[in-house]
């Protein structure tokens, strides 16, 4: 096995780690129907994202270092839109899921009694929103990356 093949293996292995994970985290918590559920939930979620995490982190650094092995793949289109489309995505962490994630957070500590509040479904309809668009990016990257149509 040459570099360059370890390379692509350590790469979908990630993908399958790193992203798999995330395409479930949305109905992680989803079927909650009570607060308990739901802290549980988000906490079973915070452990999926390390997985999110450290796969996305060895996909940008694989794809990265195949590139530099082969530096006719930053002529190839397929390439270059999946790895812009990969950093948006990246983005959206800090950009816009934190801080759409963060009241969520603060309703789960502060929030006493069972039932669900109307305030949380309001938060975590627009987070799902945005979780939706980076995972229909993702999927988008992931048949780039197989079909390589252009």
Not at 10 to 36: C, D, L
Request: aromatic content about 16%; hydrophobic content about 55%.
């Amino acid at each position: 096995m040459t570099f360059y093949e370890f390379l692509v293996f350590i790469h979908i292995f990630s993908a399958i780690v790193g992203m798999g994970p995330g395409f479930v985290m949305i109905f992680t918590v989803s079927n909650a129907s009570t607060m308990t559920e739901l802290r549980h939930a988000y906490a079973i979620r915070n452990r999926l994202h390390i997985f999110v995490m450290v796969g996305g982190s060895l996909l940008l650094i694989t794809g990265l270092w195949m590139g530099f092995i082969h530096p006719y793949l930053f002529k190839q289109g397929w390439y270059m839109t999946s790895l812009i489309l990969f950093l948006i995505a990246l983005a959206f962490g800090p950009l816009v899921l934190s801080p759409r994630s963060k009241p969520i957070k603060k309703l789960l500590q502060a929030y006493k009694g069972e039932e669900i509040p109307e305030q949380y479904h309001m938060l975590a309809k627009r987070l799902f929103f945005v979780e939706r668009m980076e995972n229909t990016i993702f999927l988008i990257v992931i048949a780039l990356m197989i079909l390589k149509p252009f």
